[in-house]
Each structure stands twice: as C-alpha cells, then as structure tokens.
C-alpha cells in the first residue's frame, strides 16, 4: 500500500495582468509606494523585477573587464505585491475583454484599454 507522490510541478503557467514594460506601483512590503518599470516577469514563481526597486546588495569579483565591489541590484517582488498604473497614473486592478475578437486588458478604474 504505496501512497501515490504528489508532484509540485504546474501544468500551465498562471495568466498574469502585469507584463514586461508596464508601470506599476509597489503596495505592500519595503519598498511601499515606489514606482517603477517591470523588467522582466517569472510566471512560474509568480513574481516581477522592477527597475529601481527591492534593491540588494551584490558583491562582484575583480575581473579583467569589471573593477569588482559591491554593486545595488534589483531583486525580484511578488506580483500580488504590485499593482498596475494606468494612464492617468493612478493604480487600478487590471480586467480583461474581448474588442474586436482580440483579448485586451482594460483599466477597471477609468476603463480604457492598457496598451
């Protein structure tokens, strides 16, 4: 009577409202209130790099190329820790519809479509 193992490994990655490019605001955590531009996104762990924010300290090695010390990189933040700016500049939930047979994602504060 072998118990049948459970893997962690998801099927599909999650459908995120955040993508590379967008502005976005940090709500909760230590960086609380900063603004920034997404980076890069890892659906899979669910969490973005945003330019300027959550900050850390990495240290470097001398090379031929790169003098070495200590240099301020981006980590990166959970994306339920972030929230989208719109065109106003005012944070709002991200919805999604269909225009046209395509579907856009559209601010639900003011309704426009997020480009």
């Known amino acids: 009577m072998s118990a049948k193992k459970q893997s962690n490994v998801k099927r599909f990655a999650p459908k995120l409202k955040i993508k590379k490019g967008d502005r976005v605001v ?15 996104i890892f659906p899979a762990k669910n969490r973005a790099i945003v330019d300027q924010v959550n900050l850390v300290k990495k240290h470097t090695k001398v090379t031929q190329d790169n003098p070495g010390g200590i240099n301020d990189t981006p980590a990166s933040i959970h994306i339920s820790n972030l929230m989208l700016l719109d065109a106003t500049g005012t944070p709002t939930k991200v919805g999604r519809r269909l225009e046209n047979g395509k579907l856009v994602r559209y601010s639900k504060k003011s309704g426009e479509i997020i480009k």
């Open 26 to 40: 940090v709500i909760a955590g230590k960086d609380k209130g900063a603004e920034g531009e997404v980076l890069q």
